[in-house]
């Protein structure tokens, strides 16, 4: 769609020239801010021009560009041992967007939106990301991904802050992952979409698309149903803490979120009794 408000397109080449004006808004591939309209901004500072390399491998550390495009992600070839790989698929794939939104789509950029549905958000939370996210003074700061995201379209995101990358612990991509995901109709947008992490470090498990923030379990080992069940009242006991938009009402995503949550339980604590089962599950419904 035409932003007819907008005056401004830049290019930074150097970090020097990151800056922004009141109105001024990141651009990462532009298929969100392109697709609505944008009261208020008159200007967009395009992110793409910088050249962030997509991806940096650092003894511990895997580091994702916030430009790094979904299909640049997808063509990463992973070392062996990152047995949690799969799930970068699998998360691509649910998002609602055809290739050519992946070829244009950043992840940085599906973070910063904020929406629910945000799968990238549910890969980085669930493989433990932290965001380098810069500041205007020249600085930096870290922030996990389930902090970052604090709620539908609202981030812990100052104007002129701009997510730099995110940095992936290695021992993450060496864990066993599993996914569930269910939308109202084949191709739609997630209505729930429960992730887990496991290894002998302990057990983590991440909601998204059916609450209005990403919400992270963690457990020091597989827990039993029985506390999977009290973590999700505990946390997610009340109606108003899951989202309700057309893609799902709260009372059907707290539903099949607790099915996925116990789904991946098992899978998890049979695996343990029964070492040597898949690295990556998958369901989709
Ligand atoms: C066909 C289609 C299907 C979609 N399906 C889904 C879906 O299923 N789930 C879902 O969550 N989303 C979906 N979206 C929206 C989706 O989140 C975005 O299209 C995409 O992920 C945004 O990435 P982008 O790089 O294009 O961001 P842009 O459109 O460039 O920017 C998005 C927002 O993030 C800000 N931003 C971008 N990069 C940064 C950065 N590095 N630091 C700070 N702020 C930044 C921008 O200022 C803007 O506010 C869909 C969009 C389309 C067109």
Partial sequence: MDLVSVRTV???????DLVFAPGDRPLG?????????????????DLTTLGWPDVERTPGT????????????????????WVAWPLVDRCANALLASFKVWNAATVGGNVAVGLPAGAM???????????????????ERRVPVDRL??????????HGEVIRAFELPEEA??????????????????GSLVTARWSAAGFVLVVTAATPRPVVFRWSSVPSAGEVDAALDAVLGADEDWYDDPHGSPRWRR?????????LRDEAAEAAAAPGTPATTAGTR
């Fill in 149 to 158: 995201v604090l709620g539908v379209q609202t981030l812990d995101l100052r």
């Fill in 29 to 45: 591939g532009g298929t969100w801010l392109f697709s609505e309209e944008q009261p208020g901004l008159t200007g967009l500072v």
């Fill in 255 to 263: 539903a099949v979120s607790s099915v996925f949550a116990h789904e």
């Fill in 10 to 16: 830049r290019t930074p080449s150097h970090r020097d």
């Fill in 121 to 139: 958000t549910a890969l980085l939370v669930t493989l433990d990301a932290t965001a380098v996210v810069w500041t205007p003074d020249g600085g």
């Fill in 173 to 190: 991509l060496r864990a066993t992952t599993g996914f569930r995901r269910v939308s109202l109709s084949p191709h739609g947008r997630s």
């Fill in 62 to 81: 895997l580091t994702i560009a916030a430009t790094c495009t979904i299909a640049a992600l997808l063509r990463v070839q992973p070392d062996p041992d």
